[in-house]
C-alpha cells in the first residue's frame, strides 16, 4: 500500500531555510503531479506549489521567489528560503491523483515553525 512519508519541517528563525521532503513509499504507479499544501491554526488548507513528471511547477503567490519544488522519480522536495513567521504551519504532501482510480494520497504532515 502506498504512502506519503515527509520529513525535515522543525523550528527555524525568520530569514532561515528548511528543506521539505516526502517519498511515495510503495508506490507501483508512477505519479503525475506531486504538491505540498499547509494548514495553519485557525485557518484553511491552502495549497503551497506542485510539480508535474514532467517538471511543470505552480506555486502559490505567498511564497514565490521564496520557495523551490523539484522532485527525482516518487520524491518531491520543496526548499523553503527566506522564512516568514506567517510560513508557519503543518505541511502536508500530496499526490491529487494516484493509480487506476486517481485516488488523492496525503502525507502526515510536518510542522514548520518559524520564529525567533
Known amino acids: 500500500q502506498v504512502q506519503l512519508v515527509e520529513s525535515g519541517g522543525g523550528l527555524v528563525q525568520p530569514g532561515g531555510s528548511l528543506r521539505l521532503s516526502c517519498v511515495a513509499s510503495?508506490?507501483?504507479?508512477?505519479?503525475?503531479?506531486m504538491g505540498w499544501y499547509r494548514q495553519a491554526p485557525g485557518k484553511e488548507r491552502e495549497l503551497v506549489a506542485a510539480i508535474t513528471s514532467g517538471g511543470t511547477t505552480n506555486y502559490a503567490d505567498s511564497v514565490k521567489g521564496r520557495f523551490t519544488i523539484s522532485r527525482d522519480k516518487n520524491t518531491v522536495f520543496m526548499q523553503m528560503n527566506s522564512l516568514k513567521p506567517e510560513d508557519t504551519a503543518v505541511y502536508f504532501c500530496n499526490v491529487p491523483a494516484y493509480g487506476l482510480r486517481d485516488v488523492e494520497l496525503w502525507g502526515q504532515g510536518t510542522l514548520v515553525t518559524v520564529s525567533s
Open positions: 510503495g508506490s507501483i504507479f508512477s505519479i503525475n503531479t
